[in-house]
């Protein structure tokens, strides 16, 4: 069995000062991983994916997450936030290979963005 | 932004009556997926599909039904609206063999 925990359900920055949103996973298999951001009232965009290659994985808008194993740990990350930031950020676990059944959603982080 | 397209977008309805959410994606994705979102919590996977005449049950029990008749087409109805039912319902698809999955901008349903 897969999960996915979101260690903070809110994160408030200033704009312009570095973004950190935590996730842990449990899996019994190699995971893939992704971060995606639900804007209000638009639907989920991946931000970026973790699939067995580098660890240190790049995503749209400068946001970018390491795969630690040994912490079991997919953080997401980016040096200097932007007011258009501000949305709800959601880290999926898949270790089915692809399935229809194999994404397990983590209950999301809300990132506030201070001016 | 992906090619997956969801009506309506709001929808306010009394009980009993029966409604039917749409969903249409023109990527030739031969996966698609419902999702059940209440505020705050997390997605639940409710129906998904393999491709035309492919129906499936997901993690989450559901009293709505689902039909493939088309490829780029996959519509979600309840014949009985209840306050239950009150949540957002997310519509995505994905390639075969791709975990990757593109959502649409979702459905918010308030069952009075």
């Known amino acids: 069995a897969q999960s996915v925990t979101q260690l903070d359900s809110h994160v408030s920055v200033s704009e312009g000062t570095p973004v950190l949103l935590r996730c842990n996973y449990s899996?019994?298999?190699?995971?893939?991983l992704f971060w995606y951001v639900q804007h209000p009232n638009k639907g989920l965009q991946l931000l970026l994916k973790?699939?067995?290659?580098?660890?240190l994985v790049k995503g749209i808008n400068g946001f970018e997450a390491e795969f630690k194993k040994s912490e079991t740990s997919f953080h997401l990350t980016k040096p200097s936030a932007h007011m258009s930031d501000a949305a709800e950020y959601f880290c999926?676990?898949?270790?089915?290979?692809?399935?229809?059944?194999?994404?397990?959603f983590g209950k999301g982080t809300h990132l506030i963005i201070q001016p | 932004e992906a090619d997956i397209y969801q009506t309506p977008r709001y929808l306010v309805i009394g009980t009993g009556k029966k409604i039917t959410l749409e969903c249409s994606q023109t990527?030739?994705?031969?996966?698609m997926y419902w999702y059940q979102q209440d505020p705050g919590m997390e997605l639940h996977l409710i129906h998904y599909?393999?491709?035309?005449?492919?129906?499936e049950k997901g993690d989450l029990s559901s009293e709505s039904t689902v039909s493939r008749i088309r490829t780029e087409h996959f519509p979600l109805t309840l014949e009985s609206a209840r306050p239950s039912h009150t949540s957002q319902y997310l519509c995505?698809?994905?390639?075969?063999?791709?975990?990757?999955?593109?959502f649409g901008p979702g459905t918010r349903l308030l069952v009075l």
């Open positions: 899996s019994s298999y190699s995971p893939s």
């Open positions: 995505a698809s994905s390639l075969a063999g791709a975990e990757t999955q593109y």
């Open positions: 999926v676990v898949s270790d089915s290979g692809g399935g229809a059944d194999g994404l397990t």
């Open positions: 990527m030739g994705h031969d996966k």
């Open positions: 599909s393999y491709g035309v005449n492919s129906t």
């Open positions: 973790y699939t067995s290659a580098a660890t």
